[in-house]
């Protein structure tokens, strides 16, 4: 069974860090792209950032290009989101799932960006 | 402001059949692939068609989807009132080189 279990989200100031992880079980997590997907409360999904399987190609959406940086580290089948400089509007539930095509969720990580 | 424009509701009675439209450009529907999802509300996404047509395992043939130019549709025929939920398209957009939802379709079974 594909498991998504996202962690690291919180209460952060503007202007703040935080790192977000997403520990991914249940099948061959070097094969799969994976992307991150958020939704501000009660609005819609926003596409955030997509990594390729093996790191070599990443993606963002404007809205957070220069200051969010995707990785992953394979050996421990674990993706992560670096946010940077955040930002009220980055307030949102932060998703990752599995391949480009988003086949597979978690159940999110709530990030709240507030003074 | 997103750059697929979806119908913010639909609604429908049971046994019906509705349809959600997405609308796009050349640099995304027309140029690639479009996924479809739902999401209740305090749950995941669960993806509901891929590659335009495709169903996961699982998902009733009672969902299908097509696309036409640069736009795309998800019909549900049969409409069940567990089919209540919010829909979304998503498709990669070649001029952002990046991914792009729908702004989401609520749907009502009446």
């Known amino acids: 069974e594909v498991r998504l279990l996202e962690s690291g989200g919180g209460l952060v100031q503007p202007g703040g860090s935080l790192r977000l992880s997403c520990a991914a079980s249940g099948f061959t997590f070097n094969t799969y792209a994976m992307t991150w997907v958020r939704q501000a409360p009660g609005k819609g999904l926003e596409w955030v950032s997509a990594v390729s399987d093996s790191a070599d190609e990443t993606k963002y959406a404007a809205s957070v290009k220069g200051r969010f940086t995707i990785s992953r580290d394979n050996s421990k089948n674990t993706l992560y989101l670096q946010m940077n400089s955040l930002r009220a509007e980055d307030t949102a539930l932060y998703y990752c799932a599995r391949d480009y095509a988003c086949d597979h969720w978690g159940q999110g990580t709530l990030v709240t960006v507030s003074s | 402001q997103s750059v697929l424009t979806q119908p913010p509701s639909a609604s429908g009675t049971p046994g019906q059949r509705v349809t959600i439209s997405c609308s796009g450009s050349?640099?995304?529907?027309?140029?690639?692939?479009v996924n479809w999802y739902q999401q209740f509300p305090g749950t995941a996404p669960k993806l509901l068609i891929y590659f335009n047509n495709q169903r996961p395992s699982g998902v009733p043939d009672r969902f299908s989807g097509s696309k036409s130019g640069a736009s795309a549709s998800l019909a549900i025929s049969g409409l069940q009132s567990e089919d209540e939920a919010d829909y979304y398209c998503?498709?990669?957009?070649?001029?952002?080189?990046?991914?792009?939802f729908g702004g989401g379709t609520k749907l009502t079974v009446l």
């Open positions: 998503a498709v990669w957009d070649d001029s952002l080189n990046a991914g792009v």
């Open positions: 050349s640099s995304n529907i027309g140029s690639n692939t």
